[in-house]
């Protein structure tokens, strides 16, 4: 059984970066055939594919972010990272990782909370 747990903070300040770690365990990142990405909800609002990264280390991204995201990960500890640069409190959001294959999302994190805020 696949899970993946977000750890990160709750609360940054506006203009800093904010940094999620997504944990997995039952499952290896570098397996072929899978997307390990990072979505978000603001409140009120529909979930945002933010970007993945595949098993070779590829990443892809919405281009609504504007490049400031970036997903990196540590195979050594099978997990990865999403980086938001220059936060606004439009970035405030509940952010899920989630591992996706050629269909949907399979397995989902439960989700952090993040509020951007001074």
């Known amino acids: 059984q696949v899970q993946l747990q977000e750890s990160g903070p709750g609360l940054v300040k506006p203009s800093q970066t904010l940094s999620l770690t997504c944990i997995v365990s039952?499952?290896?990142?570098?397996?072929?055939?899978?997307?390990w990405s990072w979505i978000r909800q603001p409140p009120g609002k529909g979930l945002e594919w933010m970007g993945s990264?595949?098993?070779?280390?590829?990443?892809y991204y919405n281009p609504s972010l504007k490049s400031r995201a970036s997903i990196s990960r540590d195979t050594s500890k099978n997990q990865f990272t999403l980086h938001v640069s220059s936060v606004t409190p439009e970035d405030t959001a509940v952010y899920s990782c989630?591992?996706?294959?050629?269909?949907?999302?399979?397995?989902w994190g439960q989700g952090t909370q993040v509020t951007v805020s001074s």
């Open positions: 990264i595949v098993y070779n280390g590829d990443t």
């Open positions: 989630a591992r996706r294959n050629d269909y949907h999302f399979d397995y």
């Open positions: 039952g499952g290896s990142i570098t397996t072929n055939y899978y997307a």
